[in-house]
């Protein structure tokens, strides 16, 4: 039986570890590439996605990867038989790459999307879109983030 | 409070596509930023908007932690008939807010 | 940390322009990319409006013992508020005052409520609210008998070398605007849309901040909120930025 004392020993030692892992990773580019491809599938399945379709509009280079304004357009006519269903949009180096999910309908008119993304760094930004029919499309746009040159005292 | 601040045309044509731009006044912290002394702040973000017309959904979002502060939702919808839309933004923490719009197709 | 003091030494050893030409002057608008320009300049979204509807609330609120809006007293802002921010800094009794610490004395003196805390919500929103109404006027500040001590000590301030970099504020901001520093441009930082939606805060903030931002990048202890040289600093901004369009609430990166 644990005692509550090795419990939480343990559960500390754990974290810690896991914390210094989470900081050293010396495999950070192929663990974000298994977070992002993780939460793609969990929007498409095992669908395929095709390329196309999509327009992302973002800026190539960005001021301030804080307020990165995006515009998503589908190609659709957008009627009762043929319209786009949602449409997504997720980061590459974002520590959590889900930025955003809009599901509209043939009552949208067309198929747009604006909001503002934060992208932590350079990267890829990847749009998709679910069509009526199941189909899904994409669009990916790589872009560059420059950082503030001057750090300030306050949050890390 | 609940600050939002949404801009609808006034009136417009039967079967026009008008374009509907909201902003919500929220930080959308991420639960992955630390204060000075190390604490993690806790996340707390806004997680769904929804936009009805005349009481049927007409657009839905799901939001994340990388949507920014004061996040922008601009989307579109057809007008079909005068009447009311309605906006509802909620998130964490119980965070609600919501907004009214009339419409009057001339 | 050390490689990018090495190259700031070196980078501002190459050049020394010193004050720049009044024709030359640009805005910190111009150095940004066309989407954050767009940000700036579309009213109904941009993210520094939310400052500007509680300013107004504040601005239309009795508060304190004497149970005084500012709205009471000054009436309708777009009038009695239109071009006030252009001329703040200015010198009331013996002393430079910015605008924030203007609004702070109506508070205490007139309103007899508590001074608002710098940087909080309230002063930032109740400042840009004054400070929208003098939208694309011209900066407005004059050097004259009583000013000029005040513009010169800011002056002084802004080209001693400070902090552990060493570096004066004239050293990126006259000599070498328009390069790059760490990716990003170098503006000649004119003063000319405070409080400013900053995207790196993702919220508003006022001069002082950003001073105090520049100050703590160069490794030097800033000065207080509020404190002389602060507002000295700010005068000498404004005095430099004189004849350019304000622009508040403006978005800068």
Request: proline share 5%; charged share 20%.
């Amino acid at each position: 039986m644990t005692t509550r004392r090795q419990f939480l020993a343990l559960a500390c030692g754990t974290l810690a570890a896991s914390e210094l892992r989470a900081q050293l990773d010396p495999n950070i580019q192929a663990k974000r590439k298994a977070a992002l491809d993780a939460a793609i599938s969990k929007v498409v399945g095992d669908a395929p996605v095709r390329a196309g379709r999509v327009k992302l509009d973002v800026p190539p280079l960005i001021d301030n990867g804080n307020t990165v304004p995006i515009t998503v357009t589908v190609d659709s006519p957008m009627t009762a038989a043929s319209y786009v269903k949602a449409i997504h949009i997720f980061t590459e180096k974002n520590p959590q790459p889900y930025v955003i999910t809009a599901h509209l309908g043939p009552r949208a008119g067309r198929a747009t999307l604006s909001t503002r993304a934060r992208i932590a760094d350079t990267g890829r930004v990847i749009a998709i879109a679910q069509l009526s029919d199941g189909s899904y499309w994409s669009d990916t746009v790589s872009v560059i983030v420059t950082l503030s040159a001057c750090l300030e005292d306050g949050l890390i | 409070m609940a600050r939002v601040a949404v801009t609808v045309p006034a009136s417009a044509k039967r079967g026009e596509v008008i374009e509907i731009k909201t902003l919500a006044a929220h930080v959308m912290e991420t639960g992955f930023r630390r204060t000075q002394t190390g604490e993690l702040l806790p996340r707390d973000i806004i997680t769904d908007f929804v936009c009805t017309y005349n009481g049927v959904e007409v657009f839905r979002a799901e939001l994340h932690q990388a949507v920014a502060a004061n996040p922008l939702i601009a989307f579109t919808t057809v007008a079909t008939e005068s009447g009311t839309l309605e906006f509802k933004w909620t998130g964490d923490n119980g965070y609600v807010a919501t907004h009214k719009a009339e419409l009057k197709i001339v | 940390m050390r490689a990018a003091a090495l190259f700031l030494a070196a980078f501002c050893a190459c050049t020394q322009a010193g004050e720049i030409p009044l024709a030359e002057r640009r805005s910190g608008y111009e150095f940004m990319g066309r989407e954050t320009r767009a940000m700036q300049d579309d009213d109904t979204t941009n993210p520094a409006l939310f400052a500007l509807l509680d300013g107004e609330t504040l601005w239309n609120r009795a508060d304190g013992a004497a149970g005084r809006a500012c709205a009471a007293c000054h009436g309708d802002a777009a009038q009695s508020m239109k071009g006030v921010a252009a001329r703040y800094p200015a010198i009331v009794g013996a002393k430079p005052l910015n605008l924030e610490q203007r609004i702070n004395a109506c508070r205490v003196e007139k309103q007899r409520a508590a001074a608002f805390a710098y940087e909080s919500k309230e002063l930032l929103a109740l400042t840009a609210y004054v400070a929208r109404q003098s939208r694309g006027l011209p900066i407005a500040i004059e050097a004259n008998d009583t000013t000029r001590p005040f513009i010169d000590a800011g002056r002084a301030l802004y080209e001693r070398r400070q902090g552990q970099l060493n570096l004066a504020c004239s050293q990126c901001h006259d000599d070498n605007w328009g390069r790059s520093l760490a990716g990003t441009p170098i503006p000649q930082a004119h003063p000319t849309g405070y409080p400013i939606y900053r995207l790196e805060w993702q919220a508003m903030g006022s001069l002082e901040r950003r001073l105090r931002n520049c100050m703590i990048g160069a490794r030097a202890e800033p000065y207080a909120y509020g404190s002389p040289e602060m507002v000295e600093l700010e005068l000498y901004l404004m005095w430099r930025a004189r004849g350019m369009k304000l622009e508040t609430p403006a978005v800068r990166p």
